[in-house]
């Protein structure tokens, strides 16, 4: 009996995203800073479901003062507050203000990186000076100046945090587009009779996902270290809204007794802030172009 040819399918082929995945699953620092952070948002979700009290609520002023126990995991403050759902509310401004204003800095970004990247010339130096300026003005000497004059809040913060925080993801878009415009389906596209925006926002903007989902994670802890700063300082969001810089600010008077008040919102700006860079530095690396199929 003769064989008959049997129609395989064909191989399966592994594309760039196949591959990102496990150069970032290799890189164990990144992975554990991705599940530190995820914890933290979904902790910041269900705020009002895992704690005990609402932030505001001056339930424990016979407690004020008291150290960390069972029944106040991360103790009480001066004015009778529990520490440990003021610390969770907290989470909520910090990541709130962190991604509204990384998303602000790539609305503004991407479009000015994708026209200093395509145009070149005259285009690009404008653009690139403008960075320049941006990037010698000290942030928080800038923020501080803007917050004294609008008396904070959180819009401000806001603002100020997208208003530098643009600048690394325009960088990053102008790479990836300057990379694109000279490859073959551009010049297709040219070929055609295509327009320049028509080529920029069909074209090279979906081609720089990858630099953009960077520089979107890697303006979140700016904006959150900005805020907090500002909130230390006493230009940020105004009480009793529960903010971590806020919370760092007042416990330093109490520090060298009660301990508590200091450490653990500073312990937990520091941990999300690193969590969250790593998190950044891991997709970095891993949706690295120059990386594609090793």
Known sequence: ????????????????????WQRFRSNKAAVGG????????????FAPLITPAPPEGQLFLTEALA??????????????????????YGARVSLSIGFIAAAFSVVIGIPLGALAGYFGG???????????????????LAAMLLGTLTRG?????????????WVQVCLLVRAQVKAFREKEFVRAAQALGASSWYIIWRHLIPNSVSPIIVGFVLAIPLAMMLEASLSFLGIGVPP??????QMISEGIDYMFFYW????????????????TSLFGDGLRDALDPTLKGR
């Not at 508590?260 to 969590?275: C, D, E």
């Open 1 to 20: 009996m003769t064989d008959l040819p049997v129609d395989l399918p064909p191989p399966r082929t592994r594309g760039p995203i196949w591959f990102a």
């Open 34 to 45: 991705g599940i530190v952070l995820a914890i933290l948002i979904l902790m910041a979700i």
């Open 67 to 88: 150290f960390p126990s069972p029944a106040h995991w991360f103790g009480v403050d001066n004015l009778g507050r529990d520490f440990y759902t003021r610390i969770v």
């Open 122 to 140: 005259r285009t690009d130096w404008i653009i690139m000076r403008v960075i320049e300026l941006f990037s010698v003005v000290p942030p928080l």
């Open 153 to 165: 809040g959180y819009t401000t913060i806001v603002f100020i945090a997208a208003l530098f925080g």
């Open 240 to 245: 009793p809204t529960p903010t971590w810089g």
């Open 260 to 275: 508590h008040l200091a450490l653990f919102p500073t312990a937990a700006l520091a941990i999300t802030v690193l969590a």
